[in-house]
């Protein structure tokens, strides 16, 4: 599937008026401007539930700590990449959008309810973001 398939969606999400909206578009830009971190996020996430599977351990995980595993991997392992600066204000994005799109990972992180998106559900969301991927 393609990256920005859940993207393509948010004008047609009933966002609440307020800075959350205002969230939303700036990950969105973001997300656009530096697509290697949602490529990390899901490397990092599958090996993560991959050792625990193998360990027989629950799979989910925090997209915090995937968020900061990405930080250190940029910023110490490898060279090469611009500077940036990865607003923790987009983990529930992320997080959203990985389940959204990766299905292997789709119950991996414990989400709440964004504030700017009430009421929107989740899996018919993701049948339109299958739908467009075809």
């Given at each position: 599937m393609k990256n920005s398939a859940a993207l393509d969606l948010a004008p047609?999400?009933?966002?609440?008026?307020?800075p959350n909206?205002?969230?939303?578009?700036r990950f969105e830009k973001f997300h656009a401007d530096n697509p290697h971190i949602y490529k990390f996020l899901v490397?990092?996430?599958?090996?993560v539930v991959d050792e625990r599977r193998h360990r027989g351990l629950s799979p989910n995980?925090?997209?915090?700590?995937?968020?900061?595993?990405?930080?250190?991997?940029?910023?110490?392992?490898?060279r090469?990449?611009?500077?940036f600066k990865?607003?923790?204000?987009?983990?529930?994005?992320?997080?959203?959008?990985i389940q959204l799109q990766e299905?292997?990972?789709a119950n991996v992180y414990e989400l709440r309810e964004l504030t700017a998106v009430r009421g929107i559900d989740y899996p018919s969301v993701l049948k339109v973001v299958n739908e467009k991927s075809r």
């Open positions: 047609q999400l009933p966002f609440n008026d307020g909206d205002e969230i939303q578009r490397r990092f996430t599958r090996e995980y925090g997209i915090a700590a995937a968020l900061e595993r990405v930080r250190w991997h940029v910023n110490v392992e490898v090469g990449y611009p500077e990865l607003n923790n204000n987009y983990r529930s994005r992320y997080a959203r959008l299905h292997d990972l």
